[in-house]
């Protein structure tokens, strides 16, 4: 429940042995290496230079394996979907299948292989989309007799050929007459006519003029000899080519597809390969010496002495962080609390002098969530699901454990609130109903104002412990005026105005509620004057003004959390509508 320490390392290692040391770290994976960039060393000694060259010639074959994987995954036998894929165990590979597939001479050809049969499969898949679209051209064209390019070879006339919407052809054929032009049907293409208009070329103009208000859409057969029906056959003969070119390809393909494993393995060497060699080119060197600065957890950092000293010629150092360096930040939580590290990291990390609020949100985060659920019965359902995701997938599963956390605490909630699928007890199993009353703590449809208490009370609680903790942070920081000033007022103010609202209601006393009510006038004073502590005068009493017209936006922030009771009784109430309709729907009688 805290950030871990770091602590600023240095590692000088002769040229010699760079690359291995390289590798042993990245194995270990306890150290952070930066860049020249980001590090300090080079600022500080400008006489130490990096190369900063890219091994290009390893970025590139690494691109191109990718791009290999890629393509051969849609050949893989067995290739499963985003989900399957997810779910199916990943292959282990043992020490000697990873030292072959690296030492295997075969894989440069296997991927010029693959890039050959992908860029045919290409070229003949662009090809076929052109032939299908050439074929779709020419079908309503199939009854025209004339060779298509003697639609070109008159001298004093014109013939267009084009596609004409059949509503207006009585309109465009009544035009093209009083012109001395004609126009006839060849065949037809959906609701559209294939047409042939003849006009001299003098009366063009005038002829386009009349198609293009009659949205005519010209044919061209443009590179083409011969009749459409010689034309349809030569293109569908090579459209049977093409399909057996890219049967063969795809067969190809498959084969190359047995290569799979090996290339993965060999893409997986490269990417650390890459990673180790750009390390070392943007690392500060010397002529003989590389120097390594990063950042290790101070509870690793006897494991990376281990680690270094097995190098004859590398030395590790821990030194001092420079002023205003940026420091790494790595949170640790005991295991109930891991799950909810998912949402410090997605909404991000803590700086390093600040705390980890993961331990102080979890508990929170449940019982929000089980509130919006508000149902035992999908709670359940949810913790089938997450135990069987949990069981199924490998790697990091803490969002599903996240959510199995908090499905059981939806179960609790949802037997308090007696909601098991909507109505489903009362509706489909009445003899349940009892059981189900009898751990029900209340109702939220037939007493809602509990729920609207209970969102309103808890929001109020994480408020105040949001204040609370930031008061205690300040105070082990030794910064003890912001912790009365920022946080201390504001937790006195804030409670003394419920108190006093809770006298006025009659809930407590209403002595209690006057010595509240006048203690509201020190915290609001103090807000007032010192909420802001730097510049004059003026700008203080300005910002205290607004930081003391800030209460509002407490009570905002108080009624928001409302949504929470809101989303609960929309989720029970569509549970509820979509039983109802069950039921309507069983009683239908059938046959």
Not at 205 to 221: N, P, Q, S
Not at 400 to 428: E, K, P, R, S, Y
């Amino acid at each position: 429940m805290a950030i871990s320490k770091m602590a600023k390392i240095l590692i000088a290692s002769h040229q010699s042995e760079a690359a291995e040391l390289l590798e042993a770290l990245q194995h270990q994976g306890i150290c952070q290496i930066l860049n020249a960039e980001e590090g300090m060393v080079c600022k500080d000694i400008p006489d130490l230079c990096c190369s900063g060259d890219r091994p290009r010639d390893i970025e590139d074959f690494l691109n191109r394996l990718k791009k290999s994987i890629s393509f051969l995954s849609g050949y893989t036998p067995g290739s499963k979907g985003l989900v399957a894929a997810a779910l199916s165990p990943r292959i282990v590979i043992d020490q000697r299948r990873y030292d072959d597939a690296v030492a295997d001479k075969d894989i440069p050809p296997v991927v010029e292989q693959c890039e050959g049969v992908a860029s045919a499969i290409d070229k003949l898949s662009n090809e076929r989309e052109g032939i299908l679209g050439t074929l779709d051209q020419l079908g309503p064209w199939a009854a025209m007799e004339a060779p298509v390019e003697q639609l070109r070879q008159f001298d004093k006339a014109v013939c267009l050929a084009g596609l004409l919407p059949g509503q207006k052809y009585d309109q465009v054929e009544e035009g093209l007459s009083e012109l001395g032009a004609g126009i006839q049907i060849v065949g037809t293409a959906g609701n559209r006519y294939a047409c042939l208009v003849v006009c001299m070329k003098e009366q063009m103009l005038d002829v386009h003029k009349l198609l293009r208000a009659a949205d005519f859409e010209t044919v061209g057969f443009e590179n083409m000899t011969g009749t459409v029906p010689e034309l349809i056959e030569k293109y569908q003969n090579r459209l049977t080519e093409i399909d057996q070119q890219l049967r063969h390809q795809n067969a190809m393909a498959k084969k190359l597809s047995e290569n799979m494993l090996k290339l993965q393995i060999v893409s997986d060497h490269n990417s650390n390969l890459l990673n180790r060699e750009t390390a070392r080119s943007e690392s500060p060197a010397t002529c003989s010496t590389v120097i390594f600065e990063g950042w290790v957890r101070q509870k690793d950092y006897s494991k990376l002495e281990k680690m270094v000293s097995k190098f004859a010629a590398s030395s590790l150092s821990r030194i001092a962080p420079a002023e205003g360096e940026e420091i790494p930040v790595e949170i640790e939580n005991a295991n109930i609390i891991k799950p909810f590290e998912v949402v410090t990291r997605l909404y991000g990390m803590p700086q390093h002098f600040n705390i980890d609020p993961t331990a102080f949100f979890a508990p929170f985060f449940i019982v929000f969530f089980s509130l919006c659920i508000a149902d035992a019965g999908y709670g359940l359902l949810m913790i089938v699901m997450a135990a069987f995701f949990i069981k199924k997938m490998q790697g990091d599963t803490k969002l599903i454990w996240m959510l199995g956390i908090c499905a059981v605490a939806t179960v609790v909630f949802g037997a308090l609130t007696g909601g098991w699928f909507g109505g489903a007890v009362q509706q489909f199993i009445p003899a349940l109903n009892p059981l189900r009353e009898k751990v029900m703590g209340f109702d939220p449809m037939e007493k809602p104002m509990i729920f609207f208490g209970m969102a309103l009370g808890l929001g109020y609680f994480q408020i105040n412990t949001g204040l609370v903790i930031a008061f205690i942070h300040n105070l082990r920081q030794k910064q003890f005026i912001a912790a009365v000033f920022d946080q201390l007022t504001w937790l006195v103010m804030l409670n003394s105005i419920l108190i006093f609202g809770f006298a006025k209601a009659g809930v407590v006393p209403a002595g209690i509620g006057g010595i509240c009510g006048k203690l509201i006038l020190l915290p609001a004073a103090l807000i007032l004057l010192l909420s802001h502590r730097e510049g004059g005068w003026g700008g203080r009493l300005g910002m205290g003004f607004y930081n003391l017209f800030s209460t509002i936006f407490f009570v905002g922030d108080v009624l928001s959390y409302l949504r929470l009771m809101a989303l609960g009784m929309v989720g029970a109430g569509l549970a509820m509508a979509i039983n109802v309709i069950a039921k309507i729907a069983l009683d239908i009688p059938y046959g």
